[in-house]
């Protein structure tokens, strides 16, 4: 059991349209998680083929708990994926990069994240 000294959520987008038809994004909670939020580093870096790759600011370690693939947010299915989503932890929000339960064995979750901003 790994515990953590914060409860992270992930939340989902959806995009609606306005009134005079701006799109609007919205967040909807997924689920809370337990862990920790530690700093991994902020360069961006290139690969052998000189192109630059996504990389995370920051790492959330976590008890596994099962994440929905997907939510019905007012009557419409939307798929929970690390291209939709954000972590919110202590009022700091992150763009999620990747989800991992390494090795599939269900006993933790890595969520690799960037940080975007705080209150």
């Not at 690969?47 to 708990?65: L, M, P, R, W």
């Amino acid at each position: 059991m790994i515990g953590g000294n914060i409860t992270a959520q992930l939340q989902v987008s959806t995009t609606t349209k306005n009134a005079i038809g701006e799109s609007v994004k919205s967040w909807h909670p997924v689920i809370d998680l337990d862990g920790f939020i530690d700093l991994q580093g902020g360069q961006a870096g290139y690969t052998n083929f000189s192109a630059k790759i996504q990389e995370s600011t920051h790492v959330f370690v976590g008890d596994y708990k099962p994440i929905p693939g997907t939510l019905t947010i007012e009557g419409k299915k939307v798929k929970v994926s690390a291209e939709n989503t954000r972590m919110v932890a202590n009022s700091q929000e992150f763009d999620v990069k990747l989800i991992d339960d390494p090795m599939g064995l269900h006993e933790q979750w890595e969520i690799y994240l960037s940080y975007t901003g705080g209150q």
